[in-house]
């Protein structure tokens, strides 16, 4: 029974990202982050920032956006309902072409896109943070 439960625990922490490497976890984080964008899924999206980036994104969208009460994932919605949405959408496809790790931190670079996506370890799991750009369209 006692190995049972073992053997089941050590598949659950590999399912879950138990024993990844560094640059395996920050390039799993902005997959996931990606892929949510294609689906147009913002809650999914959201749970890939830091706590810090998901205020600042709801702060973003009460303040420019007039969304009360803001959230991460409303102000992720709207942008993908605008006219940007067709581009943050077809970034679900985009590939990851380069990871750098550094300590608790990491750069992320995607293929076509100019900027690298900053990625820190937070409360033991890899998250993205981010800040708005203040860009509305």
Known sequence: MRR??????????A?????QS???G???TVQRYLSALGRGDAAAACREFTDTSRQ???????????LKPGSCAKTIGVALRG????????????KIARVVVKGD???????????RTKVVKADGAWRIESEPTGETD
Do not use: H, M, N
């Open 4 to 13: 049972a439960a073992v053997a089941a625990l050590a598949t659950l922490a």
């Open 15 to 19: 399912g879950c990202g138990g024993g």
């Open 22 to 24: 560094p640059e395996a």
């Open 26 to 28: 920050a390039r799993a």
């Open 56 to 66: 600042k994104l709801a702060e973003f969208g009460e303040r420019r956006l007039r």
């Open 83 to 94: 006219p940007g949405g067709p581009q943050l959408r077809r970034l679900g496809r985009a």
């Open 105 to 115: 931190s990491a750069e992320v670079s995607i293929a076509g896109v100019g900027q």
